[in-house]
């Protein structure tokens, strides 16, 4: 893509300078549009070895298939007018490919929130028990990250500039030359080659290069796709370490060479290491902005050959991973339940305080009893490592008569998520749905890649 971008950044650099009345052919035109792709790459290498310079190379290798254009082929134009404007075409297209993943993602985990929307679990603040929430409510956190990441690309994709006919330092001296001082011609010309890139607008001023503070703000955003996906891949190991949720594990998969008993979370683990690399991209490129003297020095160029490239293709595998791992998650409702059960007669013990009172009992009495019995109730597990028993012995104390009947009743986990169910229902149908069917056609495209764990 990105000599053939270069191909067509000079056919339609050319296009703009005929269409503004400078002597270029509809011959030599025609010649450059049919060889966009007809690129003889071991031409253009001995070409550059030749000059040491690879745009040249280029422009030569270009006017071997086209040497009637060969004449006006980079008239006018700059390095960079290729290679910035080149690097903006394929961040834009990258954007469209992480905004096609991001959205499938969704769709995938959609299901899954839905499906567990009114499965009680442990809420953990702290990484301590706090209370009940759903493991659907707890994707829709996770859901929500990705949700923010997605405007961001779709932003960043819709407000994206090209650099557009600059010239050598920004100035445009170059094609002021080209018409006689024509201002009018100069801004045309610049307006003209971005409408026939696909772009709606140029960066305004510029030195010699586009601010690289646009490389940053795209890094950044790949940024924030990778922290969305760290949370997420580390709640889910986490989540593993409880036996509570797993993620996809094959049936002849192998944990351990060790430890054959071993399932170790080898997906979430992969996307938290991956992200932690991506994480720290904006660093690199906030440097590399900072250090730009004047109009343009050339310590950017090797830097921004590694990050933007990287950065696209770790956080295009992360996405890959978190779709496969969110289509295979595995719940265990049983040891989510048991979990719950350890915990939720203490969280009970409010409920079970008021329904006493309203019994007839004395709200300070029972307040004490409840204190005693949960003290001894946590020297039973932690001291013994027994399972919680402060229902037992509420059951078996008299001040608490009135509700012994109805006590079990009362520690239904459903009764403890507060709106959760109905807060998946509403984030699923106001955020996620409208998102999703505005993205129908992206969530129809296969992809090609995959995972391979």
């Not at 490129?285 to 020095?297: D, G, Y």
């Not at 989510?336 to 008021?354: C, D, W």
């Not at 019995?373 to 059951?395: F, Q």
């Not at 079990?408 to 069917?437: K, N, T, Y």
Request: hydrophobic share 45%.
């Amino acid at each position: 893509m990105k000599f053939s971008s270069w191909r067509k950044l000079w056919l339609a650099l050319a296009k703009a300078e005929q269409e503004l009345g400078i002597e270029i052919t509809d011959a030599q035109i025609e010649e450059m549009k049919n060889n966009i792709y007809n690129i003889d790459f071991d031409a253009a290498d001995a070409y550059e070895a030749k000059f040491r310079h690879d745009v040249m190379g280029h422009v030569h290798a270009f006017g071997d298939a086209a040497p009637t254009a060969m004449p006006i082929v980079h008239l006018g134009a700059t390095s960079c007018y290729v290679g910035d404007n080149t690097d903006l075409i394929q961040i834009r297209e990258a954007l469209k490919i992480i905004k096609r993943k991001i959205v499938k993602v969704l769709a995938t985990m959609r299901r899954f929130a839905m499906k567990n929307r009114d499965l009680a679990t442990l809420g953990f603040t702290h990484y301590q028990p706090a209370q009940l929430t759903t493991v659907g409510k707890r994707c829709t956190l996770w859901m929500q990250d990705l949700l923010l990441d997605l405007e961001a690309v779709d932003s960043q994709i819709k407000s994206l500039p090209m650099r557009g006919v600059k010239g050598t330092t920004g100035t445009q001296a170059s094609f002021l030359e080209l018409f006689d001082g024509d201002h009018e011609s100069v801004k045309k010309l610049n307006t003209r080659v971005c409408e026939l890139m696909g772009f709606q607008k140029s960066i305004p001023v510029s030195g010699q290069t586009y601010t690289r503070k646009i490389d940053f703000a795209v890094l950044s955003i790949l940024s924030g796709v990778a922290q969305s996906a760290y949370k997420m891949a580390g709640d889910i190991r986490l989540l593993a370490n409880l036996k509570e949720v797993e993620e996809p594990f094959a049936k002849s998969q192998i944990g351990s060479s060790a430890m054959a008993y071993k399932r170790n979370p080898m997906r979430s683990e992969r996307v938290c290491s991956i992200s932690r690399y991506v994480m720290g991209l904006p660093t690199m490129a906030a440097n590399t902005h900072a250090n730009q003297w004047f109009e343009r020095t050339l310590d950017d160029s090797a830097i921004r050959r590694i990050i933007l490239p990287e950065g696209f293709l770790a956080v295009d595998v992360v996405l890959n991973l978190l779709e496969n791992i969110s289509d295979g998650l595995h719940v265990w409702p049983n040891v989510i339940r048991s979990h719950v059960m350890a915990e939720l007669p203490f969280m009970a013990t409010e409920v079970i305080l008021m329904e006493g009172v309203k019994a007839g009992g004395d709200r300070q009495a029972l307040h004490e009893a409840i204190r005693v019995h949960s003290m001894a109730a946590g020297v039973v597990v932690k001291g013994e490592g027994k399972p919680n028993d402060l229902l037992e012995r509420i059951l078996n104390d008299p001040l608490f008569e009135s509700v012994h009947s109805k006590l079990h009743s009362m520690i239904d986990p459903s009764l403890f998520v507060g709106r959760a169910p109905e807060q998946v229902d509403d984030f699923i149908h106001e955020e996620v749905d409208p998102v999703l069917g505005a993205n129908m056609d992206l969530i129809a495209v296969s992809s090609v890649d995959g995972v391979n764990v």
